[in-house]
């Protein structure tokens, strides 16, 4: 058993900017091929494509609408829309509101495999159905902004490079503020209240990211892991 430690300060960066271009997508109704809704999507190309073998932070809003609820889904797709390759990543409801008012959300994404888009797919109600828009298509159309879009950096190659026969990490035990978003075997996990995150030889870790928040120009939240491999 060794043990080491990670400050937050061992690390100038902890996420990779990338470009989600904004687009839409066509989205036939079930009930007639001449009804057709209007979804928003982040489309990726070239180095900005998502792949299985990283993990993305996405931060994006959503307008409120004044009369109506917005539930969505959030999902990775390819360009060609075809239903049997996206992976759903969450579920969400913005409430109705004062349309001035936009609604954030942070995630974390680990694809299953290769995806070229990002889609926000609303679920339709009967009120879409009388809704006509100017070019067409019917039915509400969100209006999403895209915050960030970023690959995780994994700090187990950093690890690696620092403490000699380091292959994985069996207890970790993190300080840092409450809502420190993290990344630990693609999944999203966050520091709760106490301000401490513990794992204790129950999984064997291999990946390991952060996403902390800038709290003033050039310097981001501090945190600390304290580790055992």
């Known amino acids: 058993m060794n043990i ?28 007639s091929s001449e009804i057709v809704f209007k979804d928003i999507c982040g489309n990726l190309s070239g180095a900005n494509v998502m792949n299985n073998k990283h993990s993305y932070y996405l931060k994006f809003g959503v307008r409120r609408l004044a009369a109506y609820d917005q539930t969505f ?3 990775i797709k390819n360009a060609s829309n075809s ?5 759903v990543i969450e579920s969400y409801t913005v409430k109705k509101g004062n349309i001035t008012d936009v609604v954030y959300f942070e995630v974390v994404i680990s694809p299953n495999a290769e995806y070229n888009q990002i889609v926000w ?16 298509t019917y039915g509400r159309v969100m209006d ?12 187990m190659d950093y690890l690696k490079s620092q403490y000699s026969g380091l292959e994985y990490l069996t207890s970790i035990g993190i300080q840092g503020p409450t809502g420190l978003l993290m990344c630990i075997n693609g999944e999203q996990i966050r520091v709760g209240r106490s301000g401490i995150y513990e794992i204790d030889n129950e999984m064997l870790i291999t990946s ?5 928040k800038e709290i003033s120009v050039g310097t981001l939240e501090y945190f600390l892991m304290d580790f055992v491999y």
Not at 121 to 136: C, E, F, H, P, S
Not at 144 to 155: F, G, N, R
């Open 4 to 31: 080491g430690q990670f400050r937050r300060t061992q690390q100038q960066s902890y996420i990779t900017s990338l470009t989600a271009t904004p687009g839409t997508v066509l989205v036939e109704s079930p009930t």
């Open 73 to 75: 889904q959030l999902k």
């Open 83 to 87: 239903d049997t390759n996206e992976q």
């Open 121 to 136: 797919t609303l679920q339709r109600t009967v009120d879409d159905y009388n809704i006509v828009n100017y070019d067409g």
């Open 144 to 155: 999403i902004s895209i915050t960030s879009y970023a690959q995780i950096i994994d700090i």
């Open 208 to 212: 390991i990211g952060f996403v902390p």
